[in-house]
């Protein structure tokens, strides 16, 4: 069995008490984004005349003035201009939009489903970047965790993605982290796991009644980034809590990401979930 540096020991029989809140923690830097200013009313009915955000409105049927406690004014890109962002609902799904302020009027350089989670705090010699976790909703089973990183090249400015994950509904979330994440790699096939039970065999949310916890089965040499491990005390295993790679050329055996088709590309994202200690070597 492996043991890293920090083990958190609890039964199989107590997955209640873990949380994605545990996980994916919420920082405050974004409301320190926030800037005063003036008629942030009147410049936000400019930036929602865009016809991209018009089209969000219809299509989720909600009115101006239930938005406008969700705007507020930035300055991302340390420009001295007051931009503005949009961390709010449209009815029950989450999204995420900021405007670039170009002149008297905007520019849309981000659009994402979901909410800001973490943030840094920006400054000239430290670029903006943010998380975005989307979580399931509407039936869904695929909750997506991005990070986006702002750049401005020769006076334009746009944001590009630096690392984008899958987590399949119902996996369980660890409620404590190692005191680093640790590199590892397969030396046995595997499966990714929602849970870490091998002999669980329980329906499973997903497309025909899934059987079992499977997300799908890495081969050796596949490699990820372990960021927490717990034992079950019946079968004295170590899982750990990982974050797969997709290396280009990767075949994956069942992927059930990729049949829920509700992700475009799915190949193109790194996977959250369980794989047992024994199937790994850490690097």
Known sequence: MKQIFFLLVI????????????FFVKN???????????????EVKKA???????????????KEESLLPYFHFIDFNNNGELDILFDGKMSDQNFVFIFLKKGNSYLIVLEQKG??????LSDEDNNLNLSIWNGVCCGEY?????????????????????YKSLIFKGTLFPSTRI??????????????RIEPRVDNQRRISGMTGWEGNSVCRYPVNATGTIYAEMKDDRTN????????????????????????????????YCYYGWICSDDVNLE
């Open 179 to 192: 005191k680093a994440p640790v590199k590892c790699i397969v030396t046995n096939p595997t499966e990714l």
């Open 115 to 120: 909410t800001i989670i973490q943030t840094n």
């Open 48 to 62: 929602i005349a865009l016809p991209e955000f018009q089209a969000l409105m219809n299509e989720y049927m909600v």
């Open 237 to 268: 295993k170590f899982w750990y809590f990982v974050c797969m790679n997709n290396e280009s050329g990767l075949q994956l055996h069942s992927d059930r990401f990729l049949r829920m088709k509700e992700v475009e590309d799915v190949q193109t």
């Open 28 to 42: 405050n830097h974004i409301e320190k984004w926030y800037k005063e200013g003036e008629n942030l009313e009147i």
């Open 11 to 22: 039964c199989i029989g107590g997955f209640g008490a873990f949380a994605q809140s545990g």
């Open 142 to 162: 695929i909750s997506t965790f991005s990070r986006w990183v702002c750049i401005t090249e020769n006076n334009a400015t746009s944001f590009s993605n630096a």
